[in-house]
């Protein structure tokens, strides 16, 4: 990968990679961190990597990145606090916060493989190459992910027809 | 493969995208009618997707590469060791170049040491001299005998070997107009005593020298006579006589003759001492 393709990457995946680690993380400056970290990764194996991998390469480097910060700390768990469903909120909800909220309750694993499939559009073969784990694993998580994020929405009294379509 | 309640979720995701086909459907659909709890399940989640969420990273400039750097010259290991010999070449052969083109700079002899002239070489005296051969088979016998001190006197003595140069020559015609005829009266006298002592039976023969002596003389100077003629030192007259007469005295007695004929200047110490010194040590030493 050349220069110029290098900072194609940048220009290309910076944001879409910044999402995915607020999004695990919760926190910006972490977020930041992990993305400094990957590019920096990316940079020093540019001559080794094809331009065409990046991606891949960036969002595996990032996944490791949250491993091993995981083992680092293990005790400490980065969850959202859920709301309690109030009935005189319903009203104003918003679906996108609802899933939002949703997503914070799924586990680490669960988090990146919905992640990557619904923001990037990986298939399941791909994100099964960047989790190191393998295609049934990664349907099985995502699955039960979904099925989790099902369950919180209404247990929050959004029906599945305001799931699918918002309002 | 049959589709139950522990591998059905594997399948679930396939069959709400509508990715499964054929026989795995049949299977999964045969497998949802006997459990309609889970076919709910799978209706509250088939759509369930996170919406796009656009997030812009505010730290890109940061990340990007300048395209535009200079060129760097890579500098390897190899290429260090080479300049490190071409300069040091080049310190040496500039160095070398000034030295040589400097003449202040050039290094002074502590000493020259001038070869000593050889047998072989060839020294022409201005006049040139010219010994006889048997002057140096004189020297040749008498160089058994002499200590090592006289070694280099020897050497310059066989140096000065016979030569016929342009201006010897010259010299020689020189001499000859000169000396000859002085010789010739001194060899004719020399005769003439023999003759006396030969004929007058009562006479005694020379308190010094025998007839045969005299013969003896006369003959061996006649060969010599031509170099003689052109030798102006005396000693070297001297060291004619020496080789020419073994006995000391008898030499002495000839030199006295031609001193007398005026051959020779009256200096006989003077002839006496070169003689020692110079010709025949091992004469004096056995005295």
Redo the contacts between chains.
């Keep these: 990968m050349t220069r110029k393709e290098y900072n194609n990457c940048v220009q290309l995946f910076a944001d879409r990679l910044f999402r995915f680690a607020i999004k695990k993380t919760c926190d910006e400056a972490r977020a930041r961190d992990i993305v400094q970290q990957s590019f920096e990764k990316l940079w020093l194996k540019h001559e080794e990597v094809n331009f065409s991998k990046a991606k891949a390469y960036l969002f595996t480097t990032a996944h490791n990145f949250f491993i091993d910060e995981y083992r680092k700390n293990k005790k400490i768990q980065h969850t959202a606090i859920v709301p309690e469903f109030q009935e005189n909120r319903y009203d104003n909800f918003d679906l996108k916060d609802t899933l939002e909220i949703a997503l914070k309750q799924l586990s680490d694993i669960q988090k990146t493989v919905v992640l990557l499939r619904d923001y990037e559009g990986y298939s399941y073969k791909e994100i099964a190459e960047i989790c190191n784990l393998s295609e049934a694993q990664v349907k099985v998580y995502i699955f039960r992910a979904r099925k989790k994020m099902q369950q919180l929405l209404i247990s929050m009294g959004i029906s599945r027809k305001k799931v699918v379509y918002g309002n | 493969m049959e589709i139950n309640k522990i591998n059905y979720?594997?399948?679930?995701?396939?069959y709400l995208e509508g990715n499964l086909k054929g026989y795995l459907l049949q299977e999964m659909e045969a497998f949802l009618k006997k459990h309609p709890n889970i076919k709910a399940?799978l209706?509250?989640?088939e759509?369930?997707?996170?919406?796009?969420?656009?997030?812009?990273?505010a730290?890109?400039e940061?990340?990007?590469?300048p395209?535009a750097?200079p060129k760097r010259f890579l500098i390897t290991k190899q290429f260090q060791y080479f300049t490190a010999a071409a300069s040091l070449l080049l310190v040496l052969g500039l160095g070398l170049f000034y030295i040589k083109n400097n003449p202040s700079n050039h290094l002074k002899p502590l000493a020259v040491i001038e070869p000593l002239p050889t047998i072989d070489s060839e020294i022409v005296l201005d006049p040139p001299i010219v010994i006889s051969p048997k002057i140096i088979h004189a020297t040749k016998t008498v160089q058994k005998s002499i200590n090592p001190k006289e070694e280099t006197r020897l050497k310059m003595q066989k140096a000065l070997t016979p030569t016929e140069s342009v201006e010897s020559v010259k010299v020689k015609k020189h001499f000859n107009t000169k000396t000859e005829p002085i010789l010739n009266k001194a060899i004719a006298n020399h005769t003439l005593e023999i003759k006396q002592t030969n004929t007058s039976s009562n006479h005694k023969p020379h308190k010094h020298l025998k007839p045969q002596t005299h013969i003896r003389i006369i003959d061996s100077l006649a060969p010599l006579r031509p170099t003689v003629e052109m030798i102006e030192d005396e000693r070297l007259i001297s060291s004619i006589a020496m080789t020419t007469i073994p006995n000391f005295k008898k030499a002495s007695r000839f030199n006295k003759n031609l001193v007398k004929l005026g051959i020779l200047p009256e200096r006989k110490s003077t002839l006496k001492k070169n003689l020692r010194e110079a010709l025949v040590p091992e004469v004096f030493a056995s005295k």
């Design positions: 979720e594997q399948y679930a995701m396939d399940e209706d509250g989640i759509l369930c997707y996170l919406e796009e969420v656009n997030i812009h990273y730290g890109k940061s990340l990007l590469k395209l750097t």
